[in-house]
């Protein structure tokens, strides 16, 4: 089975940094993405690991740690409409397309 | 930018009748997806679907649910016999390739769907 875990809720400082962590447990390993999803919208595309290390992109970069099961999405110089849902989601190797979505990180950010 | 449209944003439908969800995905993508995602709950993976068939489905997509590509560009989700429960938002998304790629999958805005 597939089981993603991601915290439900986190609030941050305009202008600071923030770390939204995703810890799986999949069958199989194919892919971890990460989408903003804003309340009412459809989820939008930030990044894509597959392999160890950071994929930097802007103002996001996104770690992932195959071996410790780990990703997170690293947001910098946090502006108030970073305030959204981000998801975490897997690709396993139960199916070439299938991607599991985590529950969804809603981050807060205030003035 | 290319985007995946879908229609209508809203539908409201009595239990027990069915409806059609229509999509259309970005015009050089080869796999196509649907996600529903029940208020406050996690975007669920459905089904996919590459060179005219489904390629996967979850335990989610059972015979109430099925996909048609009817013609070159639309690619619809009909829900047979709709229930309470069934009420939730409906992605559909496309991508560019499917397996071992970066490609992500592009989402459309939803359809909302209320059954009473």
């Known amino acids: 089975g597939q089981n993603i875990d991601q915290p439900t809720e986190m609030t941050a400082t305009e202008g600071a940094i923030v770390q939204i962590n995703c810890t799986y447990q999949t069958s199989g390993f194919n892919g971890l993405f990460w989408y903003q999803q804003h309340a009412g919208e459809a989820p939008t595309f930030l990044s894509y690991n597959v392999l160890d290390g950071l994929e930097e992109k802007g103002r996001f970069s996104s770690f992932l740690s195959r071996s410790k099961g780990y990703s997170y999405l690293l947001l910098k110089e946090l502006q108030m409409k970073d305030s959204a849902s981000y998801l975490c989601?897997?690709?396993?190797?139960?199916?070439?397309?299938?991607?599991?979505f985590g529950i969804g990180t809603k981050l807060q950010v205030i003035p | 930018e290319p985007e995946v449209t879908q229609t209508p944003s809203h539908q409201v439908t009595q239990m027990g009748q069915e409806v059609i969800l229509r999509c259309v995905p970005i015009?050089?993508?080869?796999?196509f997806y649907w996600y529903r995602q029940i208020l406050g709950q996690k975007v669920e993976f459905l089904v996919s679907?590459?060179?005219?068939?489904?390629?996967?489905k979850s335990e989610i997509f059972d015979d109430q649910f099925s996909v048609e590509r009817p013609d070159g560009s639309n690619f619809t989700l009909k829900i047979r016999s709709t229930k309470l429960e069934d009420s939730a938002m409906y992605f559909c998304?496309?991508?560019?390739?499917?397996?071992?790629?970066?490609?992500?999958?592009?989402f459309g805005d939803g359809t909302r769907l209320s059954i009473l």
């Open positions: 998304a496309s991508s560019e390739t499917g397996h071992s790629s970066n490609q992500p999958q592009h």
């Open positions: 989601a897997v690709r396993g190797s139960g199916g070439y397309q299938k991607v599991t």
């Open positions: 015009s050089n993508h080869l796999y």
């Open positions: 679907f590459y060179n005219n068939e489904i390629s996967e």
